[in-house]
């Protein structure tokens, strides 16, 4: 009996998972197709200064970075994490150093430049 448990158990635990990837967003099979689709996102390299859209934000890239926005940002999270992360932006990546940075929006509210001169940093 407790055989049939673990096994019933073990069934169940796997169905979800399986179901769970069902409505998630899909993860490639194989290393070579991961490969594939990190090289076929829309990786942006010209010098010069690109909007980001949900915060409103500009970034310069200089020559020799590479940048990924919006929903291509968000996938190449995925694909390096497997977990979604809606909230990022934009991807910043130097291919020399394999450094990257994240850029996140939350939209949470913004101090205003009036609401500046109230600040006491000494608070802060």
Known sequence: MKRLSILVLTA???G???AAQETGPAFPDSQQ???AEIEALPWEFDAGEYVLFASRSRIKLRQGLL???GAAAERFVFLNEGVERPETEAILANPDSLGQITFS???VGYVTTADWEALDPDEL
């Open 12 to 14: 169940l635990v796997l």
């Open 16 to 18: 979800g998972a399986a």
């Open 33 to 35: 197709a991961w490969e």
């Open 67 to 69: 940048l990924l926005r």
């Open 105 to 107: 929006y939350h939209d």
